[in-house]
Protein backbone atom coordinates (compact mmCIF):
# COMPACT_ATOMS: atom_id res chain seq x y z
CA UNK A 1 0.00 0.00 0.00
CA UNK A 2 1.46 3.72 -0.62
CA UNK A 3 2.31 4.88 2.32
CA UNK A 4 4.08 8.38 3.65
CA UNK A 5 7.90 7.09 3.58
CA UNK A 6 9.27 8.20 7.47
CA UNK A 7 12.71 5.88 6.53
CA UNK A 8 13.72 5.12 2.98
CA UNK A 9 14.74 1.45 3.47
CA UNK A 10 14.68 1.21 -0.33
CA UNK A 11 15.98 3.73 -2.69
CA UNK A 12 15.94 2.34 -6.29
CA UNK A 13 12.57 2.83 -8.22
CA UNK A 14 11.91 2.30 -12.15
CA UNK A 15 10.43 5.67 -11.82
CA UNK A 16 10.75 8.52 -9.46
CA UNK A 17 7.85 11.41 -9.83
CA UNK A 18 9.17 14.94 -8.67
CA UNK A 19 6.15 16.79 -7.98
CA UNK A 20 2.54 15.32 -6.07
CA UNK A 21 0.33 17.66 -7.04
CA UNK A 22 -2.43 17.12 -9.30
CA UNK A 23 -0.31 15.89 -12.04
CA UNK A 24 2.28 14.23 -10.73
CA UNK A 25 -0.63 12.59 -8.38
CA UNK A 26 -2.46 11.79 -11.54
CA UNK A 27 0.65 10.20 -13.17
CA UNK A 28 1.03 7.81 -10.27
CA UNK A 29 -2.32 6.38 -10.73
CA UNK A 30 -2.22 6.22 -14.58
CA UNK A 31 0.90 4.32 -14.23
CA UNK A 32 0.62 1.81 -10.82
CA UNK A 33 -1.01 -1.02 -13.68
CA UNK A 34 2.19 -1.51 -15.23
CA UNK A 35 4.19 -3.50 -12.52
CA UNK A 36 6.84 -0.48 -11.84
CA UNK A 37 7.63 1.03 -8.62
CA UNK A 38 7.23 4.31 -8.37
CA UNK A 39 8.07 7.42 -6.03
CA UNK A 40 6.70 9.91 -5.64
CA UNK A 41 8.19 13.25 -3.87
CA UNK A 42 6.63 15.90 -2.80
CA UNK A 43 7.75 19.36 -0.87
CA UNK A 44 4.24 19.38 1.21
CA UNK A 45 2.96 16.90 3.59
CA UNK A 46 -0.08 14.93 2.65
CA UNK A 47 -3.85 16.66 3.23
CA UNK A 48 -1.71 20.05 4.49
CA UNK A 49 -3.69 23.30 3.58
CA UNK A 50 -0.62 24.57 2.34
CA UNK A 51 0.05 22.48 -0.70
CA UNK A 52 -0.44 24.95 -3.77
CA UNK A 53 -2.50 22.32 -6.00
CA UNK A 54 -4.95 21.20 -3.21
CA UNK A 55 -6.63 25.32 -2.99
CA UNK A 56 -10.04 26.51 -3.38
CA UNK A 57 -9.51 27.35 -6.91
CA UNK A 58 -11.97 25.42 -9.22
CA UNK A 59 -10.56 23.66 -12.10
CA UNK A 60 -12.58 22.99 -15.64
CA UNK A 61 -11.89 20.12 -16.66
CA UNK A 62 -12.50 18.95 -20.29
CA UNK A 63 -14.91 15.66 -21.36
CA UNK A 64 -11.24 14.68 -22.54
CA UNK A 65 -10.02 15.11 -18.95
CA UNK A 66 -12.90 13.47 -17.64
CA UNK A 67 -12.30 10.20 -19.01
CA UNK A 68 -8.63 9.73 -18.31
CA UNK A 69 -10.09 10.39 -14.80
CA UNK A 70 -12.48 7.62 -15.58
CA UNK A 71 -9.93 5.17 -17.13
CA UNK A 72 -7.36 5.74 -14.20
CA UNK A 73 -10.04 4.70 -11.77
CA UNK A 74 -10.36 8.79 -10.19
CA UNK A 75 -13.65 9.76 -11.55
CA UNK A 76 -16.08 7.50 -8.96
CA UNK A 77 -14.66 9.53 -6.19
CA UNK A 78 -15.02 12.53 -7.81
CA UNK A 79 -18.06 12.64 -9.28
CA UNK A 80 -20.75 13.96 -6.58
CA UNK A 81 -17.94 16.84 -6.64
CA UNK A 82 -18.38 17.61 -10.20
CA UNK A 83 -20.40 20.52 -11.95
CA UNK A 84 -21.07 19.39 -15.67
CA UNK A 85 -20.33 22.32 -18.03
CA UNK A 86 -23.40 22.32 -20.53
CA UNK A 87 -23.15 25.00 -22.31
CA UNK A 88 -19.96 28.20 -23.28
CA UNK A 89 -20.69 31.56 -24.04
CA UNK A 90 -18.42 33.20 -25.13
CA UNK A 91 -17.94 37.38 -25.71
CA UNK A 92 -16.61 40.28 -25.67
CA UNK A 93 -17.52 42.86 -23.61
CA UNK A 94 -19.51 46.12 -25.22
CA UNK A 95 -18.89 44.56 -28.57
CA UNK A 96 -21.76 42.52 -31.05
CA UNK A 97 -20.06 39.24 -31.27
CA UNK A 98 -21.14 36.29 -29.51
CA UNK A 99 -19.79 32.96 -29.61
CA UNK A 100 -22.20 29.75 -28.43
CA UNK A 101 -20.72 26.05 -27.93
CA UNK A 102 -23.67 23.36 -26.56
CA UNK A 103 -23.15 19.50 -25.63
CA UNK A 104 -26.45 18.74 -27.57
CA UNK A 105 -25.23 19.92 -30.67
CA UNK A 106 -21.93 17.87 -30.42
CA UNK A 107 -23.81 14.99 -28.99
CA UNK A 108 -21.99 14.43 -25.88
CA UNK A 109 -23.15 14.22 -21.97
CA UNK A 110 -21.43 17.49 -21.07
CA UNK A 111 -18.62 19.83 -22.65
CA UNK A 112 -16.56 19.23 -19.41
CA UNK A 113 -16.65 19.52 -15.86
CA UNK A 114 -15.99 22.15 -13.06
CA UNK A 115 -14.03 20.70 -9.75
CA UNK A 116 -12.12 22.29 -6.63
CA UNK A 117 -8.74 21.50 -6.92
CA UNK A 118 -8.82 20.21 -3.13
CA UNK A 119 -11.57 17.46 -4.33
CA UNK A 120 -9.28 16.84 -6.94
CA UNK A 121 -6.21 16.33 -4.82
CA UNK A 122 -7.93 14.54 -1.84
CA UNK A 123 -9.56 12.01 -4.71
CA UNK A 124 -6.13 11.50 -6.29
CA UNK A 125 -4.35 11.29 -2.62
CA UNK A 126 -7.03 8.22 -1.74
CA UNK A 127 -6.52 6.32 -4.65
CA UNK A 128 -2.31 6.53 -4.32
CA UNK A 129 -2.76 5.45 -0.48
CA UNK A 130 -4.60 1.55 -1.98
CA UNK A 131 -1.50 1.56 -4.63
CA UNK A 132 1.06 -0.91 -3.48
CA UNK A 133 3.77 0.36 -5.77
CA UNK A 134 3.72 4.17 -5.50
CA UNK A 135 5.34 4.97 -2.28
CA UNK A 136 4.48 8.94 -1.11
CA UNK A 137 8.17 10.59 -0.09
CA UNK A 138 6.77 13.31 1.64
CA UNK A 139 8.06 15.92 2.94
CA UNK A 140 10.92 15.92 1.00
CA UNK A 141 12.30 18.11 -1.85
CA UNK A 142 15.02 17.67 -4.30
CA UNK A 143 18.57 19.45 -3.71
CA UNK A 144 20.17 17.68 -6.48
CA UNK A 145 19.72 15.81 -9.41
CA UNK A 146 22.48 13.70 -11.17
CA UNK A 147 21.88 12.83 -15.18
CA UNK A 148 24.09 10.11 -16.54
CA UNK A 149 26.82 11.76 -18.65
CA UNK A 150 25.98 9.15 -21.36
CA UNK A 151 23.14 8.33 -23.28
CA UNK A 152 24.28 4.59 -22.28
CA UNK A 153 23.75 5.34 -18.35
CA UNK A 154 21.14 3.28 -17.20
CA UNK A 155 19.75 5.10 -14.21
CA UNK A 156 19.47 8.79 -13.05
CA UNK A 157 20.44 9.95 -9.78
CA UNK A 158 18.55 12.98 -7.06
CA UNK A 159 19.67 13.88 -4.23
CA UNK A 160 16.74 14.68 -1.32
CA UNK A 161 16.28 16.52 1.57
CA UNK A 162 13.82 14.39 3.72
CA UNK A 163 12.79 15.33 6.79
CA UNK A 164 16.12 17.56 7.45
CA UNK A 165 18.29 14.24 6.30
CA UNK A 166 20.23 13.96 2.97
CA UNK A 167 19.62 11.12 0.94
CA UNK A 168 20.38 9.52 -2.91
CA UNK A 169 17.61 7.78 -4.56
CA UNK A 170 17.71 6.28 -8.23
CA UNK A 171 15.92 5.61 -11.06
CA UNK A 172 15.55 3.90 -14.92
CA UNK A 173 13.11 7.48 -15.54
CA UNK A 174 12.82 11.07 -13.82
CA UNK A 175 9.55 12.51 -14.48
CA UNK A 176 9.66 16.48 -13.85
CA UNK A 177 6.18 17.09 -12.42
CA UNK A 178 7.75 19.95 -10.14
CA UNK A 179 5.50 23.45 -11.51
CA UNK A 180 6.35 26.24 -13.30
CA UNK A 181 9.75 26.70 -11.29
CA UNK A 182 10.45 23.89 -11.56
CA UNK A 183 13.73 22.93 -9.86
CA UNK A 184 14.63 20.16 -12.04
CA UNK A 185 14.40 22.02 -15.42
CA UNK A 186 15.89 24.63 -14.39
CA UNK A 187 18.64 22.73 -12.24
CA UNK A 188 19.81 20.76 -15.90
CA UNK A 189 19.67 23.89 -17.11
CA UNK A 190 17.05 23.25 -19.87
CA UNK A 191 15.91 26.96 -21.10
CA UNK A 192 12.25 28.28 -22.16
CA UNK A 193 10.27 30.43 -23.45
CA UNK A 194 8.60 33.00 -21.24
CA UNK A 195 6.43 35.64 -21.92
CA UNK A 196 4.50 38.21 -18.82
CA UNK A 197 1.65 38.95 -19.20
CA UNK A 198 1.54 41.78 -16.65
CA UNK A 199 -1.72 40.11 -16.20
CA UNK A 200 -2.84 38.74 -12.54
CA UNK A 201 -5.84 36.58 -12.63
CA UNK A 202 -7.97 37.27 -9.42
CA UNK A 203 -9.88 34.52 -8.36
CA UNK A 204 -12.99 33.58 -5.96
CA UNK A 205 -16.49 32.24 -5.85
CA UNK A 206 -19.53 34.13 -6.11
CA UNK A 207 -23.13 33.59 -5.61
CA UNK A 208 -25.17 35.03 -7.63
CA UNK A 209 -29.04 36.26 -7.86
CA UNK A 210 -29.91 33.67 -10.99
CA UNK A 211 -29.27 30.14 -11.18
CA UNK A 212 -26.05 29.18 -13.68
CA UNK A 213 -27.72 26.19 -15.81
CA UNK A 214 -24.69 24.90 -15.95
CA UNK A 215 -23.27 27.65 -18.49
CA UNK A 216 -19.78 28.86 -18.40
CA UNK A 217 -19.01 32.32 -19.60
CA UNK A 218 -16.07 33.14 -21.35
CA UNK A 219 -16.46 37.09 -21.97
CA UNK A 220 -13.15 39.71 -23.01
CA UNK A 221 -12.84 42.77 -21.61
CA UNK A 222 -10.43 45.31 -22.13
CA UNK A 223 -8.68 45.12 -18.88
CA UNK A 224 -8.80 41.16 -19.93
CA UNK A 225 -10.79 38.01 -19.71
CA UNK A 226 -13.37 37.22 -17.08
CA UNK A 227 -14.43 33.51 -16.63
CA UNK A 228 -17.42 32.62 -14.48
CA UNK A 229 -17.87 28.64 -14.14
CA UNK A 230 -20.81 26.99 -12.69
CA UNK A 231 -19.63 25.15 -9.75
CA UNK A 232 -22.44 24.13 -7.03
CA UNK A 233 -26.18 25.70 -6.67
CA UNK A 234 -26.27 29.33 -7.10
CA UNK A 235 -22.17 29.35 -6.90
CA UNK A 236 -19.81 29.78 -9.59
CA UNK A 237 -16.17 30.49 -9.71
CA UNK A 238 -14.95 33.67 -11.21
CA UNK A 239 -11.18 34.58 -12.70
CA UNK A 240 -11.28 37.78 -13.12
CA UNK A 241 -7.81 38.97 -15.44
CA UNK A 242 -6.83 42.58 -14.64
CA UNK A 243 -3.56 44.42 -15.58
CA UNK A 244 -0.75 44.63 -12.89
CA UNK A 245 -1.22 47.84 -11.70
CA UNK A 246 -4.76 46.78 -10.88
CA UNK A 247 -4.38 44.31 -8.73
CA UNK A 248 -3.49 45.74 -5.32
CA UNK A 249 -6.77 48.02 -5.62
CA UNK A 250 -8.66 45.23 -6.40
CA UNK A 251 -7.75 42.87 -4.03
CA UNK A 252 -8.10 45.69 -1.63
CA UNK A 253 -11.54 46.46 -1.65
CA UNK A 254 -14.54 45.36 0.42
CA UNK A 255 -16.95 42.72 -0.49
CA UNK A 256 -19.39 44.89 -1.67
CA UNK A 257 -17.31 47.59 -3.52
CA UNK A 258 -15.37 44.06 -5.24
CA UNK A 259 -18.63 42.86 -6.64
CA UNK A 260 -20.30 46.07 -7.94
CA UNK A 261 -16.77 46.22 -9.75
CA UNK A 262 -16.79 42.99 -11.23
CA UNK A 263 -20.58 43.37 -11.71
CA UNK A 264 -19.53 46.05 -13.48
CA UNK A 265 -17.04 44.03 -15.96
CA UNK A 266 -19.48 40.99 -16.27
CA UNK A 267 -22.65 42.23 -16.76
CA UNK A 268 -26.68 41.12 -15.86
CA UNK A 269 -26.48 37.28 -17.11
CA UNK A 270 -26.52 35.70 -13.94
CA UNK A 271 -28.69 39.29 -11.95
CA UNK A 272 -27.05 40.69 -9.59
CA UNK A 273 -23.93 39.30 -7.80
CA UNK A 274 -24.67 38.75 -3.94
CA UNK A 275 -21.80 37.22 -2.04
CA UNK A 276 -17.86 36.58 -2.64
CA UNK A 277 -15.73 34.97 -1.11
CA UNK A 278 -12.16 34.92 -0.44
CA UNK A 279 -10.08 36.19 -2.88
CA UNK A 280 -6.82 34.92 -4.45
CA UNK A 281 -4.37 36.06 -7.16
CA UNK A 282 -2.05 34.55 -9.24
CA UNK A 283 0.55 36.66 -11.46
CA UNK A 284 0.37 35.21 -15.34
CA UNK A 285 2.80 33.99 -17.52
CA UNK A 286 3.89 32.06 -20.32
CA UNK A 287 6.51 29.21 -19.58
CA UNK A 288 7.45 26.65 -22.18
CA UNK A 289 9.99 24.26 -22.11
CA UNK A 290 12.33 24.14 -25.22
CA UNK A 291 13.10 20.71 -24.45
CA UNK A 292 10.59 18.07 -23.21
CA UNK A 293 12.85 15.14 -22.88
CA UNK A 294 16.24 13.95 -22.06
CA UNK A 295 17.64 10.92 -21.36
CA UNK A 296 16.02 9.28 -18.23
CA UNK A 297 14.23 12.18 -18.30
CA UNK A 298 10.38 13.54 -19.22
CA UNK A 299 8.88 17.03 -17.72
CA UNK A 300 4.97 17.00 -17.92
CA UNK A 301 2.33 19.56 -16.77
CA UNK A 302 3.39 23.16 -15.48
CA UNK A 303 7.19 21.65 -15.71
CA UNK A 304 6.95 21.41 -19.76
CA UNK A 305 4.18 24.75 -20.20
CA UNK A 306 2.51 27.30 -17.64
CA UNK A 307 -0.31 28.81 -19.95
CA UNK A 308 -2.45 31.77 -19.65
CA UNK A 309 -5.57 30.54 -18.08
CA UNK A 310 -7.84 31.58 -20.41
CA UNK A 311 -10.48 29.19 -22.22
CA UNK A 312 -9.01 26.59 -19.58
CA UNK A 313 -6.57 24.94 -21.49
CA UNK A 314 -3.20 24.54 -18.93
CA UNK A 315 -4.37 21.87 -16.66
CA UNK A 316 -6.23 19.52 -19.30
CA UNK A 317 -2.57 20.05 -21.67
CA UNK A 318 -0.83 18.73 -18.21
CA UNK A 319 -3.53 15.63 -17.86
CA UNK A 320 -2.91 14.72 -21.58
CA UNK A 321 0.58 14.53 -20.99
CA UNK A 322 0.20 12.42 -18.27
CA UNK A 323 -1.90 10.08 -20.37
CA UNK A 324 0.64 10.56 -23.51
CA UNK A 325 3.31 9.07 -21.49
CA UNK A 326 1.82 6.76 -19.19
CA UNK A 327 0.65 4.67 -22.80
CA UNK A 328 4.58 5.58 -24.05
CA UNK A 329 5.95 3.84 -21.22
CA UNK A 330 3.38 1.24 -21.28
CA UNK A 331 4.36 0.24 -24.53
CA UNK A 332 7.77 -0.10 -23.99
CA UNK A 333 7.62 -2.06 -21.55
CA UNK A 334 5.49 -4.52 -23.57
CA UNK A 335 8.58 -4.37 -26.11
CA UNK A 336 10.77 -5.06 -23.26
CA UNK A 337 12.45 -1.37 -24.05
CA UNK A 338 14.03 0.59 -21.63
CA UNK A 339 12.13 3.13 -20.26
CA UNK A 340 14.27 5.87 -19.96
CA UNK A 341 16.28 5.61 -23.11
CA UNK A 342 15.61 8.90 -25.34
CA UNK A 343 14.34 6.61 -28.43
CA UNK A 344 11.60 5.95 -26.09
CA UNK A 345 11.06 9.22 -24.70
CA UNK A 346 11.50 11.25 -27.99
CA UNK A 347 7.96 9.29 -29.34
CA UNK A 348 6.19 10.91 -26.35
CA UNK A 349 8.21 14.33 -27.51
CA UNK A 350 6.95 14.19 -30.70
CA UNK A 351 3.47 12.84 -30.02
CA UNK A 352 2.85 15.96 -27.71
CA UNK A 353 4.56 18.49 -29.12
CA UNK A 354 1.46 18.86 -31.66
CA UNK A 355 -1.00 19.67 -29.25
CA UNK A 356 1.77 21.74 -26.89
CA UNK A 357 2.47 24.45 -30.00
CA UNK A 358 -1.60 24.54 -30.93
CA UNK A 359 -2.86 24.90 -27.35
CA UNK A 360 0.39 27.67 -26.62
CA UNK A 361 -0.73 29.49 -29.88
CA UNK A 362 -4.54 29.44 -29.23
CA UNK A 363 -4.32 30.75 -25.72
CA UNK A 364 -1.65 32.98 -26.36
CA UNK A 365 -3.67 34.13 -29.97
CA UNK A 366 -6.69 35.01 -27.66
CA UNK A 367 -4.92 36.88 -25.04
CA UNK A 368 -3.43 39.19 -27.45
CA UNK A 369 -6.44 39.74 -29.93
CA UNK A 370 -8.73 40.53 -27.28
CA UNK A 371 -6.62 42.83 -25.15
CA UNK A 372 -6.66 45.23 -28.31
CA UNK A 373 -8.72 47.77 -28.80
CA UNK A 374 -7.51 49.07 -32.36
CA UNK A 375 -10.90 48.65 -33.56
CA UNK A 376 -10.20 47.12 -37.03
CA UNK A 377 -8.53 44.15 -34.95
CA UNK A 378 -12.19 44.62 -32.61
CA UNK A 379 -14.15 44.37 -35.58
CA UNK A 380 -12.37 41.71 -37.20
CA UNK A 381 -12.50 39.52 -33.78
CA UNK A 382 -16.14 39.65 -33.34
CA UNK A 383 -17.25 39.01 -36.86
CA UNK A 384 -14.48 35.69 -35.66
CA UNK A 385 -17.20 34.84 -32.99
CA UNK A 386 -19.89 35.45 -35.22
CA UNK A 387 -18.91 33.03 -37.93
CA UNK A 388 -17.88 30.53 -35.23
CA UNK A 389 -21.28 30.60 -33.73
CA UNK A 390 -22.68 30.29 -36.97
CA UNK A 391 -20.42 28.43 -39.35
CA UNK A 392 -21.22 24.29 -38.31
CA UNK A 393 -17.50 22.44 -39.23
CA UNK A 394 -15.76 26.19 -37.36
CA UNK A 395 -18.31 25.60 -34.14
CA UNK A 396 -17.52 21.97 -34.16
CA UNK A 397 -13.97 22.17 -33.73
CA UNK A 398 -14.15 25.27 -31.57
CA UNK A 399 -16.12 22.56 -29.67
CA UNK A 400 -13.21 20.06 -29.85
CA UNK A 401 -11.09 21.93 -29.21
CA UNK A 402 -12.69 23.04 -25.71
CA UNK A 403 -13.26 19.11 -24.69
CA UNK A 404 -9.85 18.06 -25.35
CA UNK A 405 -10.71 15.75 -28.02
CA UNK A 406 -8.40 17.15 -31.33
CA UNK A 407 -5.32 15.55 -32.66
CA UNK A 408 -3.77 12.24 -31.49
CA UNK A 409 -5.56 11.03 -28.46
CA UNK A 410 -4.21 8.76 -26.54
CA UNK A 411 -6.02 5.55 -25.33
CA UNK A 412 -7.16 7.17 -21.64
CA UNK A 413 -8.65 9.84 -23.19
CA UNK A 414 -10.36 7.36 -25.17
CA UNK A 415 -11.99 5.99 -21.66
CA UNK A 416 -9.93 3.31 -22.72
CA UNK A 417 -7.42 1.20 -20.76
CA UNK A 418 -3.36 0.99 -20.86
Not at 20 to 33: D, E, Q, R, Y
Not at 316 to 340: C, F, M
Amino acid sequence: MSHTRQQLSETDYDVLVIGGGLIGASFACAMSTQGLRIGVLEAVSPGSASQPSFDDRSIALSLGSKRIFEAINIWPSLEDYATSINKIHVSDRGRFGVTRLDSLEQGVEALGYVVMSRDMGRALGERMSTLDNVDLISPSSVIGVDMPEKTAGDRVGITINHQGIKQKLSARLLIAADGRDSFVRQSLGIKTTDWDYQQTAVIANITSQYPHHHVAYERFTDSGPIAVLPISAGRCAIVWTCANNEVEAIMALDDDAFISAFQQKFGQRLGRFLKVGVRQAYPLRLVHAREQVRPRLALIGNAAHSLHPIAGQGFNLGLRDVATLAEIISTAQAQKRDIGDLAVLNDYAKWRKRDHLRVVAFTDGLVRTFSNNFLPLAIARNAGLIASDLIPPVKRLLSRQAMGLTGKLPRLARGLGL
